[in-house]
């Protein structure tokens, strides 16, 4: 049957037509600028991406393949790396019930700084193989997340340059070099741009065998540069490859008297990053220095060292009562955090995680894997029955009430 309508009517339904219409294109444009947002300009959808090993999976298809094997490469035959995230995969966890968790407090304070959550941005090497603003994007990124970032000597930025960029605390990685004048000049750079700590590596006399960098022919791209270390690097020929960009750059005769006289030149709390023997951390603990990280250098340089998870109980039975014991590698999970927290660390760094953050969406990508990793924490300390980070201790894990 024929519908019958007259002028009137058939006005009134163009006029419905076009106000749903105009209301279907009104939602459609928020939805696409809620979905833009989350895309960073040439990055991954962030929202997407909902775990850190989802972000390492980004990252790889983003990277060439020899920035892929520099960034994530560890030395001979990576069983370290394995054991890092083994690790922690073995560690079971033993929650507890019916206690409020309605208020979650993450704060913990390190050397008077209080940070919102216990995990700081590790320091790594070169961000600009990453991301073209390379350490710029990260501070950035840490910034939003409200974390904490330990620059590295080796950074593809100057140190002052990020410190503005950065406005949550900054702390500095320090390589001493063999000429103590030089060395000297780059601690009060780096205190001078504001960083509140300084973390020496001791663990890095000589390179480890990377031999997936070898293989890769690792070399720095053009426009990529090490501006702390430019003055002191051996001039090439060629393009710099791994050898030549770090000939000379690593010293083999650093000793305990050499962390004395840095301390007598440092104005900020100064840690020892890559203690993994108790004996070691005993002789830090008498030395001075304000703290320690656990770490194997994300197993880049001795392969079959054990897992940063597995030396950190030793170390923190034998010194937390006198230092402040932090670690690294292998953390990938909230529950990660936790079992570390449990077992003597204050606070944990990551590495690799936020490069691929910063691979797959630049600033945005880096607070995204942090703001996953907080999240996460406070949704383990929930389900276990824990609802501040004082009240995490061994009891928290199976195998260890």
């Not at 033993?94 to 050397?111: A, G, I, K």
């Not at 900020?268 to 220095?289: H, R, T, Y």
């Not at 570390?340 to 760094?349: E, I, K, T």
Request: proline share 5%; glycine share 6%; charged share 20%.
């Amino acid at each position: 049957m024929p519908i019958n309508t007259n002028r009137r009517d058939v006005l009134k339904l163009s006029a419905l037509v076009a106000a749903s219409g105009a209301l279907a294109h009104a939602a459609s444009h928020e939805q696409k600028e809620a979905a833009d947002a989350a895309v960073p300009a040439g990055g991954a959808n962030l929202e997407e991406l909902v775990s850190l090993f989802d972000f390492e999976a980004e990252a790889r298809r983003r990277m060439s393949h020899m920035e892929w094997e520099y960034v994530n490469g560890a030395a001979a035959d990576e069983i370290t790396m394995r054991w890092n995230r083994e690790a922690f995969d073995h560690i079971r966890l033993n929650p507890r019930v019916l206690n409020d968790v309605s208020r979650l407090d993450t704060r913990v304070t390190l050397f008077g700084q209080e940070l919102p959550f216990p995990i700081l941005l590790a320091p790594t090497a070169l961000h600009r193989l990453a991301h073209p603003q390379g350490e710029m994007a990260t501070a950035r990124g840490a910034t939003q997340a409200h974390a904490a970032m330990v620059l590295s000597t080796m950074s593809s930025i100057a140190v002052e340059d990020v410190a503005k960029a950065a406005s949550r605390p900054l702390w500095f990685q320090l390589y001493a070099q063999s000429d103590r004048g030089f060395t000297q000049h780059l601690v009060e750079r780096a205190q001078a741009a504001g960083c509140r700590a300084l973390c020496v590596t001791v663990d890095t006399p000589v390179d480890g065998a990377r031999n997936r960098q070898q293989r890769a022919h690792f070399h720095l791209p053009p426009g990529v540069e090490m501006p702390h270390l430019k003055a002191i690097m051996k001039p090439t020929a060629g393009p710099l490859t791994e050898q030549s960009a770090f000939a000379g750059l690593l010293i083999n005769s650093l000793t305990w008297k050499d962390i004395d006289w840095l301390l007598s030149i440092a104005k900020v709390p100064l840690l020892l990053k890559g203690v993994l023997n108790a004996d070691d951390a005993a002789i830090a603990a008498k030395s001075g220095v304000a703290g320690i990280i656990v770490s194997n250098h994300g197993a880049r340089n001795l392969d079959t060292v054990p897992a940063t998870i597995d030396a950190l109980p030793r170390i923190a039975d034998r010194v937390g009562d006198r230092l402040t014991v932090l670690m690294d590698g292998g953390v990938r999970r909230g529950t990660d955090v936790l079992k570390a927290f449990a077992l003597g660390a204050r606070a944990v760094l990551i590495g690799r995680p936020y490069i691929y953050g910063l691979a797959a969406g630049g600033e945005q990508g880096v607070a995204r894997v942090i703001n996953i990793l907080r999240t996460e924490l406070e949704m383990a300390m929930a389900l276990s029955g824990r609802p501040t980070l004082a009240s995490i201790d061994r009891s928290v894990l199976w195998d260890q009430r």
